[in-house]
């Protein structure tokens, strides 16, 4: 009977030390990410499709394209003040945009509010509710569920942390 107890706190100690180990997910399996692994500055360097072909996107986080984000550089303050700024293009005009963007470890996500002259956080009540994908040192990948096709397919966003 000693032994079976014995046996049976090693298996339970050995599985608290291996998931302990394991990197923290959400519930829907997305790597969990907190405010300080986003913080900083970054560069969108390209923008990829699950699901969903290019062309079937004709607006994107209320610009007129999501061309308008490749080479948009976002800048994330610890506070949550924020702001990102598109590049000129031919079909894009230059533009900064004010933001105030938080991250939701509990289940995995970045979400931002688009601040204009005189709003206060507090008071906008619309905003982006982007998946997560995962965040580092160097990289960041936010996903932007869109409906297709009578499922969730996603519009994905690489970022690459900038040059300081």
Known sequence: MKRIFLIAALVCSSIIVLQSCSPK???AGAVSAKRGDVTGNWVINNVTFEGIPDVAIKSFLGESSYKCFIGSTWSLTN????SYSL???ASCAAKTQAIFWSVSPA???????????GDK??????????????????????KSPIEYGGRTAYVVLNFAKAAK
Not at 79 to 82: D, F, H, I, P, T
Not at 110 to 115: A, D, G, S, V
Not at 121 to 142: H, P
């Open 107 to 117: 289940d995995g996500t970045f979400q931002y509010k688009q601040l204009f002259e």
């Open 79 to 82: 506070s949550g003040n924020g």
């Open 25 to 27: 997910t959400t519930a």
């Open 87 to 89: 590049p000129a293009s």
């Open 121 to 142: 956080a507090k008071n906008v009540t619309s905003g982006y509710r982007l998946a997560l994908a995962s965040a580092d040192d160097n990289m960041m990948v936010i």
